[in-house]
């Protein structure tokens, strides 16, 4: 029994080494992680990159054509364009330069040639028509849904709503006063957690953008190696080469040994680019310093916690196996290279179900403590995605996180068997 055991392991483990090597070697292989690692750095210092296209500030003028205007668009424009700027610990603002420059305009037509010639970015000109109501013109090269545009409406309408009251006789001190927004609360029905403020809602919604960056990898790791498995399943049957194989392994065990030796030179180009994404998010400080001259640490998102990136270890690794298997039987249904995708299009749909329905309940489009959220997390091809986003959003607990990495357990050696045969 010993020996039959350790015949099963050695096929296993031979088939696994021939399909890793054979992957791993091939130029495409090398040059596509090459790439992927390139991109996964370019993607960790996006925020060193557009602060660096960012640069310089981008040109305004403001000609303002009816002289009796009630209030100042200069400052309106800027107060729009231009937010007050963080303050340091202690408590002093911080130091940096305007992302928009207004200036006041004194020739129309001049500086709407400049506008043309690409010396200014934007040319806003306030007049005033016969019903006496300001109205205005933006001049620019951008697209009219661009941001400059868009903020200069909104501009418009502050400056639009700012010269109606001052004509009825109402202060600029009183105008202040009565666009003061209300002191609005949002608390949990839990009063024992604290009220949410605008910093925690700014970190609510950078972890909710990290949950959905790694359910993006899982997909995309699904959807890419497990195509991979059905490729590789397709080429041994299209070169004869299964017929020989056959003779001295069982289908099961060269099931296994594929699906073990490609997973495995995927999860090797996968842990590259994380690797690289990390080493750039850890860089980003230095790197911005060097180029923007901004201080700055090595820091990695706050809800990049341990529990997060243990369960996402456990997910991914369970995730893409059951997937793979299935991949491979997929592969196992077909004789050609050209019928691999249309087979395996029902895997790619299943794993991206999983993946929308756990965004749009992390985002509050579906209700994530609703019974059929819940009763989902737990299926195992929609598990991956589903329970850590549930689990990042406090709304599962280890004990429902261990349930569901049992059933993807048992549904990975059931479905593993039903490929086999």
Do not use: C
Not at 125 to 153: H, K, M, N, Q, W
Not at 212 to 226: D, P, R, S, T, V
Not at 271 to 290: D, F
Not at 347 to 364: D, E, K, M, Q
């Amino acid at each position: 029994m010993r020996s039959l055991v350790q015949a099963d392991t050695g096929n296993i483990i031979a088939i696994a080494r021939r399909e890793f090597v054979t992957r791993a070697r091939t130029r495409t292989f090398v040059i596509s992680t090459l790439v992927l690692i390139i991109v996964a750095v370019a993607v960790g210092l996006v925020p060193v990159v557009i602060g660096y296209l960012n640069r310089d500030s981008t040109r305004v003028a403001v000609y303002v054509g009816a002289t009796d205007l009630h209030g100042d668009p200069i400052a309106t424009l800027d107060a729009l364009l231009n937010p007050p700027p963080s303050r340091d610990a202690g408590g002093a603002p911080a130091t940096t330069a305007k992302a928009y420059t207004i200036v006041r305009s004194t020739d129309l037509e001049a500086d709407r040639r400049r506008v043309l010639d690409g010396k200014l970015n934007a040319l806003l000109d306030v007049e005033r028509d016969a019903g006496g109501e300001a109205v205005f013109t933006v001049y620019t090269s951008e697209p009219d849904s661009g941001r400059t545009a868009l903020i200069s409406r909104q501009a418009a309408t502050s400056i639009a709503v700012a010269d109606r009251l001052g004509r009825i006789g109402l202060t600029p001190s009183d105008q202040a006063s009565l666009f003061v927004p209300p002191q609005v609360t949002i608390r949990s029905p839990d009063l024992s957690k604290p009220a949410a403020s605008s910093e925690a809602n700014a970190q609510d919604l950078a972890d909710t953008a990290l949950i959905f960056a790694l359910e993006m990898f899982l997909l995309l790791a699904i959807i890419l190696y497990g195509t991979w498995v059905a490729q590789s399943v397709v080429e041994e049957k299209a070169s004869r080469m299964m017929e020989i194989v056959l003779v001295a392994a069982s289908p099961f065990q060269i099931l296994a040994g594929k699906v073990l030796g490609v997973s495995a030179a995927a999860l090797l180009q996968f842990v590259a680019v994380v690797g690289a994404t990390l080493a750039a998010l850890l860089a980003e400080g230095q790197v911005a310093s060097i180029v923007l001259g901004e201080s700055g640490g090595p820091s990695l998102p706050s809800g990049l916690t341990p529990t997060v990136l243990v369960a996402f270890s456990v997910f991914f690794v369970l995730g893409f196996v059951l997937y793979a298997v299935l991949f491979a039987a997929a592969g196992s249904l077909v004789s050609r290279q050209e019928d691999v995708n249309q087979i395996v299009q029902p895997l790619t749909l299943a794993g991206s179900a999983g993946f929308l329905i756990a965004t749009y309940s992390s985002i509050g489009m579906f209700d994530p403590n609703a019974a059929w959220v819940v009763a989902l997390s737990w299926v195992p091809f929609l598990s991956p995605y589903m329970m850590l986003s549930r689990l990042a959003a406090g709304t599962a607990g280890l004990l429902e996180v261990g349930i569901a990495v049992a059933l993807l357990l048992a549904t990975i050696v059931l479905v593993t068997w039903f490929a086999g045969r």
